[in-house]
């Protein structure tokens, strides 16, 4: 028998470095902060069970689902030259998943059951609220005390001169392409600030069909795509002004809405990491759940929103010290947690559940869509110029005054999260829900005055 040779041709030999190159290559690509060889393992995974209808209807499936899509679509939207400017990673997020249910781009099957679980963890174990607890909750708490304070005294003028410059503008472009004023008042720039659609626009509908004697159903049709486009016209401008914060620092507070005369300490104590304490989280979480509940219980009996009874009672927390140190650091860090991770997830879950994307895409009228601009920008340019004669950053101001044309909580996290300013949520909700509030009762006292 010949001896055969146990040296392979030249050409056949596999270099076993070559396969651990190629992963450290791809492993160096992140999706989110995950490893794409990783990430695509996941996302097998996430895919498979989802296509034989086992991807858990709860908090598990809802959460790999959310935090698959949104790490992706975040990554993507960083990338994308131009749209990472103005807020492209929540653009994408909000966006590309409303779009994805609304043309089914999914096996039919398999669509359902991702629905399905994004419903179990968004709307059935209220992730929307808690995500909002965490952050209210804690950003106030670690906000410092005199920023508090004045943001709160200052707000409310660039806010009601927003607003009347939003009304004001909206009817003159309505005018412009023949839209009488009062059609334009009622049911183009009110839904667009009157605070989101469970808060603003469901009422508005409800109190509209009584005095208007027309079916609800309608009148929702006819003021949903104002509210939508409303929001998506307010996260590009926040990403804008997050752009020109950038070249303009002077009008850059970083975060901070009010200039007190010590803001380079004040940014260096913020910018200062402190160890992280999971003790203290788990601290600053109960403090966040407790705090919705307190809202939540108080409200039937004070008259008051229960979230806006969330902010007063942490601010209230906040001012009289009542709260150790310890424990507000506990908040805080729960509540960067929660930013850092859970902000692109949930606008995901806003974008499957609560952005109709083919209501979005009929309202696209060049003029319809032009009103609804005008409204918001008008709005943003008040917030900016009366910030700066209060002595208020004009970034900062202007973003919050935008969080007035913000679809409620929904809107709010998208607008904040297109400008990376998460913790102006405080002053962002008191924009949305008082405004919002404001801005229904108004709408309804002149309908009946003037139908």
């Not at 943003?380 to 970034?395: D, E, I, R, T």
Request: charged share 10%; with cysteine.
């Amino acid at each position: 028998m010949s001896n055969v040779s146990s040296v392979a041709p030249l050409s056949l030999v596999a270099d076993p470095g070559l396969p651990r190159q190629v992963l450290r290559q791809l492993s160096a690509i992140k999706v989110g902060p995950v490893p794409l060889p990783l990430f695509a393992a996941i996302a097998a995974v996430i895919f498979g069970a989802a296509y034989v209808g086992k991807l858990p209807a709860d908090m598990i499936g809802g959460f790999a689902a959310i935090m698959m899509f949104g790490f992706l679509f975040s990554e993507i939207g960083a990338r994308i030259p131009g749209l990472r400017t103005i807020g492209g990673s929540a653009i994408l997020c909000l966006f590309v998943s409303s779009a994805l249910v609304g043309y089914q781009a999914f096996y039919p099957e398999m669509g359902k059951v991702f629905v399905k679980s994004i419903t179990g963890v968004m709307k059935d174990a209220n992730f929307l609220y808690l995500y909002i607890a965490c952050l209210v909750t804690g950003s106030m708490l670690g906000m410092n005390r005199r920023v508090l304070i004045q943001g709160f005294l200052r707000m409310f003028v660039p806010l009601a001169i927003g607003t009347l410059g939003a009304v004001a503008a909206g009817i003159a472009a309505g005018l412009v392409f023949g839209y009488t004023p009062a059609h334009t008042f009622f049911f183009i720039v009110m839904p667009i600030i009157a605070g989101g659609i469970g808060e603003g626009t469901l009422p508005l509908s409800l109190a509209y069909s009584d005095i208007l004697s027309q079916p609800q159903a309608g009148l929702i049709a006819s003021l949903i795509p104002a509210a939508l486009i409303g929001n998506v016209v307010a996260i590009v401008a926040a990403g804008v002004l997050k752009r020109v914060g950038e070249k303009h620092p002077d009008a850059c507070g970083n975060g901070l809405l009010v200039r007190t005369g010590d803001d380079n300490d004040l940014l260096k104590e913020i910018s200062q990491e402190k160890p992280i304490e999971l003790p203290l989280m788990g601290a600053g979480l109960l403090m966040a759940c407790t705090m919705f509940i307190l809202g939540a219980f108080l409200a039937p009996f004070v008259g008051i929103p229960g979230p806006i009874i969330m902010i007063l009672g942490a601010a209230m927390l906040k001012v009289s010290k009542l709260i150790p140190a310890r424990m507000e650091l506990g908040a805080q860090q729960m509540y960067k947690f929660i930013a850092t991770n859970m902000t692109f997830p949930l606008l995901v879950g806003l974008g499957v559940l609560y952005v109709p994307w083919h209501d979005l895409v009929a309202a696209f009228t060049l003029p319809y869509f032009i009103i609804c601009t005008v409204t918001v920008l008008a709005m943003v340019s008040s917030g900016w110029f009366v910030g700066k004669l209060l002595n208020m950053y004009q970034v900062e101001s202007a973003i919050v005054t935008a969080c007035h044309s913000g679809l409620g909580g929904t809107g709010d996290v998208a607008i904040l999260s297109a400008c990376n300013r998460m913790g102006l949520m405080p002053f962002a909700q008191i924009s949305t829900r008082i405004g919002g509030a404001t801005m229904v009762v108004l709408a309804v006292f002149l309908l009946k005055i003037f139908h």
